[in-house]
Structure formats: C-alpha cells, structure tokens
C-alpha cells in the first residue's frame, strides 16, 4: 500500500538522488530552495516505509506550479505518481487555488489528462555547448532587487515576488539587467550539476532588450554549458537563441486547470521547470 505524507528535510538527499536519475541537472541545494518555499506542499511516497516518489508544489497568489513528479523506475505502473498527484492537488486547492500548472514530461501527460488538465503549449528546452565567444558583461547592483521584483510582476502580472527576490539575493552576482536608468529586461543564472549554468527567469519588454540580455551571458559563460527553458509562443527568444548558437533539446507540455492564465508576452525563459 502506497502512503503519502509530507515532505521533510531529512527526504531532500532522496529527492536529490530522484533527480540525478532522471538528470535533470537539480542539485540538493535547489530541492532545500524548494521545500522552504512551500513545505506543506511537498510529498513523499512510501511503500512499506521505503520512500520510492515524490511531488514538489510552489503558489504564487492564486495560481499553483506543480513540478517533480518522480517515481522509482522499480515502482512504476502501479499508480503511485497518479496518488502523489491527487495528493498535490488536495493541497492546492484546499488554499482556495483553482488555477494549476505544471510543466509534463511526455511520458507522463496520459497521467495528467486523466486529472483534468489540458494542453498549453510546449515548453521548449534549449542547450548552448562551450564555446569561443567575445566577451561582455552586464550587471545588476543589489539595491535594485525591489525594481527587479516590481518589473516582474508589471510585465507578468504574477505574484513571483518570494521567488524572484530570494533568486536576486542568492545569485547577485548572476542577475542581468537592460535599461537606460530602469528597467527592460532582466535575467537570472544559476549553477546547475556537472558546471551547466541555467538561464531563468528571462522577462524582457521586447527582442531587442532580450537578444543584449542573451549576448552578456553568453559573453561570460562562453566556455560552460548554457541551458533555458522557453514558452512555444515566445517565438522571437526562440529565433534568438538559435542565432547564438543554442540547439533544440526535449520539450516538456506546458498543462493547467482551471483558467487558462496568458501571462507569457514577455516571458522570455521560465523560472524552472520545478517553478513555472
């Protein structure tokens, strides 16, 4: 009999090895990052005391991103990622939250159509190798950690503030910005396994304010692996990204209930694929 209980700190490490299975690029510190964020809605899956899944969730206001849905290969087929999903989902909504999304492996979508959610779009992910590239830089002072946060929210219209800030905090060194004396667009990078460094979030007012937030990061990480996750409709950081020498890797479906919520107009790279 499978049982679902919450998450706890001693269950990060087994979270961690979840992720390295499947490489997903997760280090420990960024599933510590996540429970903080939201420990009633996270949950283990336990067979006979055995831990063998896992579901993470984060709200931002009255919308929900669900995310790490693993199940020990070994364990697979007997329903156990459908139980932690109703798990996740009872949580959700017992905050009053209607609105869910999540980013689906493909494998996994028959799973979460049969929960009721529907199609999105892709969520398409993109890999730069090293390279030689010219060298440039564009950085962000601290004090301006409020402006970052206020941006996103004009440009997104979600409520990302705990998120973006605890990111601009932990990563100051790796916060990009594009304005003449405010703000156009900004981006984030933060390490990930093995020396890959992730790009997002991204939110630019248009391509021209993404495309100098791409050539920066570039510039400085030229001789490591670059990895971000872009929104189908995005298509102009798509036209982009191709153009500075990043490949088309395996999407996952974007997926929600309730309200379809269209708030990627200027969402250029998602946060993660564990925060929407």
């Not at 790490?68 to 939250?97: A, F, H, P, Q």
């Not at 298509?235 to 395996?250: E, K, M, W």
Request: aromatic share 10%; proline share 4%; glycine share 8%.
């Amino acid at each position: 009999m499978v049982d679902i209980s919450l998450m706890t700190k001693a269950d990060i490490p087994f979270a961690a090895e979840l992720s390295e299975m499947e490489r997903w690029g997760d280090l420990e510190v960024d599933y510590h990052r996540i429970y903080g964020f939201e420990p009633e809605g996270c949950f283990i899956a336990r067979e006979d005391e055995r831990r063998v899944g896992m579901i993470t969730s984060i709200t931002y206001g009255d919308y929900a991103f669900l995310a790490n849905l693993i199940v020990s290969r070994d364990c697979r087929g007997r329903g156990i990622g459908t139980e932690l999903m109703k798990r996740v989902i009872y949580y959700v909504r017992s905050r009053d939250i209607e609105n869910i999304e999540l980013d689906g492996e493909i494998r996994a979508v028959p799973i979460y159509r049969r929960l009721g959610f529907k199609d999105k779009y892709l969520s398409l992910r993109f890999l730069r190798r090293p390279s030689e590239y010219e060298s440039t830089t564009v950085t962000v002072n601290v004090p301006t950690v409020d402006r970052v946060v206020e941006f996103d929210h004009t440009m997104t219209g979600l409520k990302r503030g705990r998120v973006i800030r605890r990111f601009c905090e932990e990563f100051a060194r790796d916060v990009y910005v594009v304005g003449d004396g405010g703000i156009d667009a900004y981006a984030i990078v933060r390490p990930a396994e093995r020396g890959v460094r992730c790009i997002g979030p991204a939110v630019a007012k248009n391509a021209e304010d993404f495309e100098s937030l791409i050539r920066a990061i570039v510039g400085r990480y030229h001789d490591h692996a670059l990895t971000i996750g872009v929104p189908e409709v995005s298509r102009d950081a798509v036209t982009i990204l191709l153009a500075h020498g990043f490949c088309y890797t395996q999407p996952s479906l974007r997926m929600y209930v309730g309200d379809r919520l269209d708030y990627e107009k200027h969402i250029c790279a998602i946060t993660a694929p564990n925060k929407g």
